[in-house]
């Protein structure tokens, strides 16, 4: 086997690893993020029926159960980091091998995200590829940061709303 066949089995190979990553990462996010504004969801629904029964008990249920799942979505972020840089080094070693084989595509990519590190002799056809198909979207997670954020934040306003109504209940039960 040749040098030339044997980087292309490892450029599929780490095209592979890449989309594997970026499939089980998006596969898990897909199943938690639904079951987390599920169980949100759920939990606030219970809180209205409980109305001005909101005890302790269950101020620290809610408690327990959002601290729970902050923990989880800190988790799966700090995961989602370490696989995106997992798929950054796999990129970077398939732009080593397109440049040993003189391809193109994913270097051209990889270049309109990064242009100061794009040979001079590729600015003209550069210029021309951003002209056609316009500038890159940003390539890092913040749509992932984002709702991690927001899933977080909601459920800590939901537990300061939930120990609120159980004060506000003791108050008003100590008042009668």
Not at 97 to 123: D, F, G
Request: overall charge positive; hydrophobic content about 45%.
């Amino acid at each position: 086997m040749g040098r030339e066949e044997i980087l292309l089995k490892e450029y599929e190979a780490c095209r592979q690893d890449i989309t594997d990553t970026a499939s089980r990462y998006w596969t898990i996010v897909g199943i938690f993020v639904p079951v987390d504004v599920i169980l949100l969801g759920g939990a606030g629904f219970a809180l209205q029926f409980e109305g001005s029964a909101i005890n302790w008990k269950i101020a620290l249920l809610v408690t327990l159960l959002g601290i729970g799942i902050t923990v989880i979505i800190c988790f799966l972020y700090r995961w989602g980091v370490r696989m995106n840089w997992y798929i950054k080094v796999g990129w970077h070693r398939i732009h080593e091998i397109e440049a040993q084989l003189n391809m193109l595509k994913n270097r051209t990519i990889h270049w309109l995200e990064n242009p100061k590190v794009a040979p001079s002799e590729q600015q003209d056809r550069l210029k021309s590829v951003k002209a056609q198909c316009g500038s890159p979207p940003s390539k890092e997670m913040q749509s992932v940061r984002g709702i991690f954020w927001t899933l977080a934040i909601l459920w800590m306003l939901f537990i300061l709303f939930t120990w609120i109504l159980a004060y506000s209940n003791y108050i008003s039960r100590s008042n009668l």
